[in-house]
């Protein structure tokens, strides 16, 4: 069982930076490739981010590419996401989710644990 609870989201102008975080219980976070949605009112769960187990492969969304960048802290059980360049089309409450398995996925079904989201909202 992992729990997860993301945190750093907030409101920013077009064209600022937010660092989201999110922070695995238990002691396998290691064992788990981890990834970001995010979902907006009305629409579905996109994928954003998924980085491996242990750090050496990031994938992104094209939207997000080059603005984005996701790490991981293995001995810190953290996972965060720094989001440059922000655009109002970013806002949406973002979740991080844990795939028990060396690689992620962009599809969210793929993955076994959630966290309860953090809103972010970009101002135009």
């Known amino acids: 069982q992992v729990q997860l609870v993301e945190s750093g989201g907030g409101l920013v102008q077009a064209g600022g930076s937010l660092r989201l975080s999110c922070t695995a219980s238990g002691r396998t976070f290691s064992s788990y490739a981890m990834g970001w949605f995010r979902q907006a009112p009305g629409k579905e769960r996109e994928f954003v981010a998924t980085i491996s187990r242990s750090g050496d492969s990031t994938s992104y969304t094209v939207s997000v590419k080059g603005r984005f960048t996701i790490s991981r802290d293995n001995a810190e059980n953290t996972v965060s996401l720094q989001m440059n360049s922000l655009k109002p089309e970013d806002t949406a409450v973002y979740y991080c989710?844990?795939?028990?398995?060396?690689?992620?996925?962009?599809?969210?079904?793929?993955?076994?644990?959630w966290g309860q989201g953090t809103q972010v909202t970009v101002s135009s």
């Open positions: 989710a844990a795939k028990a398995s060396l690689l992620g996925s962009s599809r969210p079904i793929a993955y076994d644990y």
